[in-house]
């Protein structure tokens, strides 16, 4: 079992299914099931699926004053998080609506409300960060001094950059600057995936880089390795909705290579978990156990090979 300190946004989310997008206008629209509310977030997912596979986890972010801390722990997913690192200090909790279709497009509303200037509690952050195995960042402002302090104490850090858009290429220097495994996603990326990722290796210094390609995989570098390769997705569930596909395919990745170290081995258990994720509605539900892992490995692997290069 690793021990991962685990920081960004947790926010209350709408998760609202629809017949198409772009949306049209409609007065009311009634259509059973089709609402889903929870308690959401990039780093709320990782950390989430980090402590169903078995690890421990402390997660540091921050909610509306008036909101109680247990919100963590709200989701009906058989996990509880430790609630001592929620800070009860924005004015209200960050709050998204996404919108999806019956072709799997997504739409996303955010309000992170004043999480951008309100500052975390380093010290309390700086207590922990002698017992971590490796440290999991958001790119949002209070996340800053935590990678630094993080760093400073020479430990692994993994950062999700979610969007990388090149006009906000330097708001995230210092999360591209200083991470050990970056994750980055294609959606809003015209250019050729491996053209991308030599760049930002050749900029910055990571040792891994995954970028996140949806339904197309993931493309895959090792610093390791000196290698840029192309991974396809694999198929373990039908597709329901593939909000936080990538938070699960991210932590997934950590949490075998912090316990193994094989960076390929890591990577095709990610896709895997990644799969079955997708056939569930709610960001923070949906996640294989090591067992099932195992069994799809065995199942998918002995029968073909996805993966030709390895």
Known sequence: MSKFLVAGILQREAIVKIDSLPL???????????????????????????KWLGDEVDFFTMIGKADDPSIVNSN???????????????????????????????QIFEDIKDLRET?????LFKKEIATADMCVFANCNFCRP????????GKKTAVNIRNFKYETEQYNGDFLSNADILYLSDDRLDEDPIDFV??????????IVILGQGA?????????????THYNSVKTNEVVNTVGAGNALFSCFLHYYNKTGDEIYSIKNALLFASYKI?????????????????????IWKKSNPFPNN
């Open 24 to 50: 049209k206008f409609q007065a009311v629209t009634d259509i059973p099931n089709s609402v889903h509310y929870g308690v959401g977030g990039d780093s709320y997912n990782e950390a989430i699926a980090l």
């Open 76 to 106: 009906a997913n058989d996990i509880t998080l430790v609630t001592d690192f929620i800070l009860p200090k924005l004015n209200a909790t960050a709050s998204a609506v996404i919108f999806y279709d019956k072709l799997k497009q997504q």
């Open 119 to 123: 500052a975390y509690d380093v010290k």
């Open 146 to 153: 935590l990678l630094e302090e993080a760093k400073k104490a």
């Open 198 to 207: 030599k760049y930002i290796t050749e900029k910055y210094t990571p040792e």
């Open 216 to 228: 197309q995989g993931v493309t895959f570098f090792s610093k390791k390795l000196g290698t840029y």
């Open 279 to 299: 056939g569930f509605v709610g960001t923070s539900n949906g996640f294989m156990t090591e067992k099932q892992i195992e069994d799809w490995r065995d199942l």
